[in-house]
């Protein structure tokens, strides 16, 4: 007599948004967490209002934000991200590096931040620690 195989119950994946003006950073980036077991992106957008519009859609675990956006300010969509309820966590990926950028980035509402230079090295332990519920990359006080 043969036995049926329970499945084992699968964990879903976190779902992460991509909003960068730079399409080939939003393709290396899609490609760097959908190869992660644990993480998928559910969508990604170029500009500041695509962003408001395709993250309130799709609602995401967490948003990766770049601080430049064109012409546009991505600390804009940092607030806007986070005065909805119940938002998406936010982390800020960006060429910045001065301490001020930090210290806006946390004051606009971010939960994380990391330095394009560094990406590859501290993005994903940045995304599954911001998803934790945890700080990443907060300047000290």
């Given at each position: 007599?043969?036995?049926?195989?329970?499945?084992?119950?699968?964990?879903?994946?976190?779902?992460?948004f991509i909003?960068?003006?730079?399409?080939?950073?939003?393709?290396?980036?899609?490609?760097?967490?959908?190869?992660?077991?644990?993480?998928?992106?559910?969508?990604?957008?170029?500009?500041l209002?695509?962003?408001?519009?395709?993250v309130?859609?799709?609602?995401?675990?967490?948003?990766?934000?770049?601080?430049?956006?064109?012409?546009?300010?991505?600390?804009?969509?940092?607030?806007?991200?986070?005065?909805?309820?119940?938002?998406?966590?936010?982390?800020v990926?960006?060429?910045?590096?001065?301490?001020?950028?930090?210290?806006r980035?946390?004051?606009a509402?971010?939960?994380?931040?990391?330095?394009?230079?560094?990406?590859?090295?501290?993005?994903?332990?940045?995304?599954?620690?911001?998803?934790?519920?945890?700080?990443?990359?907060?300047?000290?006080?």
């Amino acid at each position: 007599m043969s036995r049926k195989r329970t499945p084992q119950p699968t964990r879903a994946k976190r779902r992460i948004f991509i909003v960068d003006d730079h399409p080939l950073v939003r393709r290396g980036l899609t490609a760097l967490i959908n190869a992660e077991p644990d993480l998928i992106v559910c969508g990604e957008a170029a500009t500041l209002q695509e962003g408001i519009v395709a993250v309130a859609a799709a609602q995401p675990d967490l948003v990766v934000v770049d601080l430049s956006l064109g012409d546009n300010d991505g600390l804009e969509l940092v607030r806007e991200v986070r005065s909805r309820r119940p938002g998406p966590r936010v982390l800020v990926l960006t060429m910045h590096e001065a301490p001020l950028y930090v210290e806006r980035a946390f004051a606009a509402g971010a939960h994380g931040y990391v330095a394009k230079r560094e990406m590859t090295e501290t993005l994903l332990t940045a995304i599954r620690r911001v998803l934790r519920g945890r700080r990443y990359g907060a300047p000290r006080s």
